[in-house]
């Protein structure tokens, strides 16, 4: 009796510890339904909701109908137009997040941009800039209005190690399938992202539409181990591209609801 006692005594503090380490793993749920309509989305605000936030620019957020508001300006590409953030995140092998998107219903699309949020690893490469050093990558999202098949889509856009070049690679995926996203619509998204040890291949990388599986392999993140964590949780949104073509005549307006970054491992 006394032995079955002790063994249920040790399992309850397993159970404990197990408990508290599910507990210190990262998670945050950002709506913006507290704030008023028309109300800008100042850095304090982003501060307060996201953390250790940076990048920010009111100028080009607000709130509308308890939703985010980004602004992609006229005549302008990249952060010069856009939204450019990050935050820094607890480092985790496995993340995940979910966020809903919605193009304004006079989008213009022009060639496409960066949209929404997305997952960095170690040094976060991006900008055309190849983890050749195997100490860096990134999964983010893009629209795309391609020219010889005039369609409109998303795409991923990932930096890994061993990737092609020049810049992001899209691995010839797109949603949807067939036809084009349209304005006006809410779109729900779901990312996840395992870091890979030493040189293997056993990432992983997935992207889902409204449930649609966009991407979802085995991939090799890095190869420096000092470098293979989940670290950084971006938001981007601005048009390019490179030239004239990404640039549009007019402002243009994302919505974004519903964010949820979950840390699954350390």
Known sequence: MKLFTNIVAINVILLGLLSGLSAQMYQKAIDWNKYSHQEKYTDVMARSDFGSVTGWNINRAMISNGALRITVEKNALSGAGGLISNTKLPEGSAYELDFDVRFHSEFNWSRGGKVGFGLGIGNGNTGCNLPTDGAGGTLRLMWYNNPTTKRVYFHPYVYHYGMPGPCGSNFGKSYPATGSIERGRWYKVHM?????TGSNTNGHV???IDGV??????IRWTTNDSRRLINNLSFHTFRGGKGDEWKSDKDGYIYYDNLSVRQISK
């Open 213 to 218: 599986a966009v991407i979802d392999q085995s």
């Open 206 to 208: 997935q992207i889902k």
């Open 192 to 196: 996840y992202v395992k870091s890979n």
